[in-house]
């Protein structure tokens, strides 16, 4: 399979804090890479270093056949992050706007300063906005307030904005931690269907074990800065997991499954 991102032993440090120690891993295209691990383990640090919101202390980050980590000016920066798609916990939408003009925001690395200040889409932008939102079900909704949304169809405007950058990678930073189990598996199915019908290279950031084991393809557990799992789901057993989270394994299940929240 043909590797969209590859990250040679990444580091980041704040002062003495170790935020991430040695974090090692690759990423194929059309693979669903689900990352694992506790609270303060350094999972929102990793994917803040790939789409550098964050500099890292050392390691490499090697995307699309340039090193992520060594880039420096701002041109270069604004044509990594057009390729690099990113889907918050937090949503990340401007409430006061419409379902549409959020999700046309994900044109805006595209687009000249004046351009982008004016609102000035093409009729194309447009177009595929609508057809993205028709694909998340909210095509009714394009002249609702993004704030009036519920999470769950906040977090679906979030896919379409992220997809309308035509991104080869895309990072999921905690997408359902903030939603109930039913918004969360239809977050979790779309970003699994839109993976796999783009080849997209998804990274997904989660709490929850059991959802990990049934989205991902492979799975990267993080303890404490470190690697200490990087597998097909099927190899990770309740040793493991209880390795990495440091508790026993009855605390770690939210009632997913065979693929249902319940």
Same mark, same amino acid.
């Given at each position: 399979?043909?590797?969209?991102?590859?990250?040679?032993?990444?580091?980041?440090?704040?002062?003495?804090?170790?935020?991430?120690?040695?974090?090692?891993?690759?990423?194929?295209?059309?693979?669903?890479?689900?990352?694992?691990?506790? +609270? /303060?383990?350094? !999972?929102?640090? @990793?994917?803040?270093?790939?789409?550098? *919101?964050? #500099? %890292?202390?050392?390691?490499?980050?090697?995307?699309?056949?340039?090193?992520?980590?060594?880039?420096?000016?701002?041109?270069?920066?604004?044509?990594?992050?057009?390729?690099?798609?990113?889907?918050?916990?937090?949503?990340?939408?401007?409430?006061?706007?419409?379902?549409?003009?959020?999700?046309?925001?994900?044109?805006?690395?595209?687009?000249?300063?004046?351009?982008?200040?004016?609102?000035?889409?093409?009729?194309?932008?447009?177009?595929?906005?609508?057809?993205?939102?028709?694909?998340?079900?909210?095509?009714?909704?394009?002249?609702?307030?993004?704030?009036?949304? +519920? /999470?769950?169809? !906040?977090?679906? @405007?979030?896919?379409?904005?992220?997809? *309308?950058? #035509? %991104?080869?990678?895309?990072?999921?930073?905690?997408?359902?931690?903030?939603?109930?189990?039913?918004?969360?598996?239809?977050?979790?199915?779309?970003?699994?269907?839109?993976?796999?019908?783009?080849?997209?290279?998804?990274?997904?950031?989660?709490?929850?074990?059991?959802?990990?084991?049934?989205?991902?393809?492979?799975?990267?557990?993080?303890?404490?800065?470190?690697?200490?799992?990087?597998?097909?789901?099927?190899?990770?057993?309740?040793?493991?997991?209880?390795?990495?989270?440091?508790?026993?394994?009855?605390?770690?299940?939210?009632?997913?499954?065979?693929?249902?929240?319940?």
């Amino acid at each position: 399979m043909e590797s969209i991102l590859r990250i040679e032993h990444l580091r980041k440090y704040y002062g003495e804090t170790k935020a991430v120690e040695d974090v090692s891993f690759s990423v194929n295209k059309g693979e669903l890479v689900v990352i694992i691990g506790p +609270s /303060g383990a350094g !999972k929102s640090t @990793v994917l803040r270093c790939i789409n550098r *919101m964050i #500099d %890292p202390t050392d390691g490499s980050i090697w995307f699309e056949g340039a090193d992520i980590a060594k880039l420096t000016s701002e041109k270069e920066l604004k044509a990594l992050r057009r390729r690099i798609g990113m889907i918050f916990q937090s949503f990340n939408l401007v409430y006061r706007l419409s379902v549409f003009q959020n999700v046309l925001h994900g044109r805006l690395g595209y687009m000249s300063t004046m351009d982008a200040v004016l609102g000035k889409y093409s009729e194309e932008d447009k177009r595929k906005a609508l057809e993205l939102l028709d694909m998340i079900g909210l095509k009714d909704m394009i002249y609702k307030r993004a704030g009036d949304l +519920s /999470g769950g169809q !906040k977090q679906r @405007v979030g896919i379409a904005r992220a997809l *309308m950058q #035509d %991104p080869a990678l895309l990072l999921c930073d905690e997408p359902i931690a903030s939603l109930d189990p039913a918004s969360s598996k239809i977050i979790m199915d779309q970003i699994q269907k839109m993976t796999k019908e783009r080849e997209i290279a998804c990274i997904v950031n989660l709490h929850q074990v059991d959802v990990a084991k049934t989205y991902a393809d492979r799975i990267v557990g993080i303890h404490k800065g470190e690697v200490v799992f990087d597998d097909v789901p099927e190899k990770l057993d309740e040793a493991m997991i209880e390795k990495i989270y440091e508790m026993p394994i009855q605390e770690l299940t939210v009632g997913l499954e065979k693929g249902k929240v319940s």
